[in-house]
């Protein structure tokens, strides 16, 4: 069955960076598209960026200004998500789902907490 | 672009139905027929249980069922359990640069 595992996050300063990954299997990786999602304590969903299949578009929410990228390999099946110069309100938890069509992620990863925090 | 527009809360009592709405705008619902909806547990990672507006993924009850008019869609779960207490999430297709989520919607089972 599809299965995403999230991992990467923890406590990190603020202005530093971090790695995130997602370890896809269970499905053809190099046949979707994939998304990161974030969902700070106690608010709700918010859709981060996207990557196609391949690798050729990437995607992402306006807010973020340029700080972070989706980037993805397909020999090793991992889904990645870079980001940089951390603020406080990145802390959230990181979850990667996978694109069934538009508008809808089907399969989600448990999920990875950053948290930004000096 | 803001997000969906959501109730914060919805409630029934079991067996009953309830209806939880989802406002977008021209945009993005009105827009798409690309509306889904998730059901998340405390803790837990979100569970898609309604796609492009009205279909069912294997495995979800036929209890829940979805629909849209306009710039609103809905997700109606009927006959309602105690396991469907959770928090749900709207989510539509708002251009090939964006996906948007409403704020998340409270279903308490009385």
């Known amino acids: 069955q599809v299965q995403l595992v999230e991992s990467g996050g923890g406590v990190v300063q603020p202005g530093r960076s971090l790695r995130l990954s997602c370890a896809a299997s269970?499905?053809?990786?190099?046949?979707?598209?994939m998304h990161w999602v974030r969902q700070a304590p106690g608010k709700g969903l918010e859709w981060v960026a996207v990557?196609?299949?391949?690798?050729?578009?990437?995607y992402y929410t306006d807010s973020l200004k340029g700080r972070f990228t989706i980037s993805r390999d397909n020999s090793m099946n991992t889904l990645s998500l870079h980001m940089n110069s951390l603020i406080a309100e990145d802390t959230a938890v990181y979850y990667c789902?996978?694109?069934?069509?538009?508008?809808?992620?089907?399969?989600w990863g448990q999920g990875t907490l950053v948290t930004v925090s000096s | 672009q803001s997000a969906l527009t959501q109730p914060p809360s919805a409630s029934g009592s079991p067996g009953q139905s309830v209806t939880i709405s989802c406002t977008g705008t021209?945009?993005?619902?009105?827009?798409?027929?690309?509306v889904s909806w998730y059901q998340q547990h405390p803790g837990k990672a979100p569970k898609l249980m309604i796609y492009?507006?009205?279909k069912r993924p294997s495995g979800v009850p036929d209890r829940f069922s979805g629909s849209k008019s306009g710039n609103t869609a809905s997700l109606t779960v009927s006959g309602l359990q105690g396991e469907d207490e959770a928090d749900y999430y709207c989510c539509s297709y708002a251009g090939i640069t964006n996906v948007l989520f409403g704020g998340g919607t409270k279903l308490t089972v009385l």
């Open positions: 269970g499905f053809t990786f190099s046949g979707y598209g």
């Open positions: 990557i196609w299949s391949d690798g050729s578009k990437r």
């Open positions: 021209s945009s993005d619902v009105g827009a798409y027929n690309s």
């Open positions: 492009e507006v009205n």
């Open positions: 789902a996978r694109h069934f069509s538009s508008g809808t992620l089907d399969s």
